[in-house]
């Protein structure tokens, strides 16, 4: 069964940052596309950043040009740089992604982490 582990969440002041880090129990490059979401307390949870197996990258707007999410399929390791956070980043991030399962028919399976909390202060 894929597991996914996330770490390197934590607290810290407005304007630092934080690189968390997902270890995929299987292969990552088995997936289409790997996600970071995040869910904030008494908010919806929203995906904020995407990578596909070819390294296509998509963020929410808030996090344009301060989040960067990559990834290294030699390690099973896909990570998110989060640099000049502020409060309203706080939350619970997931990481997860969508996997193929070959057909026919084809089918898609999302696999998810247990979440690491982000905390940022004023």
């Known amino acids: 069964q894929v597991q996914l582990v996330e770490s390197g969440g934590g607290s810290v002041q407005a304007g630092g940052s934080l690189r968390l880090s997902c270890i995929v129990f299987?292969?990552?490059?088995?997936?289409?596309?790997m996600y970071w979401s995040r869910q904030a307390p008494g908010k919806q949870r929203e995906q904020v950043a995407s990578?596909?197996?070819?390294?296509?990258?998509t963020y929410i707007d808030s996090v344009k040009g301060r989040f960067t999410i990559s990834k290294d399929n030699a390690k099973n390791e896909v990570y998110l740089q989060m640099n000049s956070l502020t409060p309203e980043d706080t939350g619970v991030y997931f990481c997860?992604?969508?996997?193929?399962?070959?057909?026919?028919?084809?089918?898609?399976?999302?696999?998810w982490g247990q979440g690491t909390q982000v905390t940022v202060s004023s």
């Open positions: 990578i596909t197996s070819g390294d296509s990258t």
């Open positions: 997860h992604g969508t996997r193929l399962v070959m057909g026919p028919p084809l089918r898609q399976y999302d696999d």
């Open positions: 299987g292969n990552v490059a088995s997936f289409v596309a």
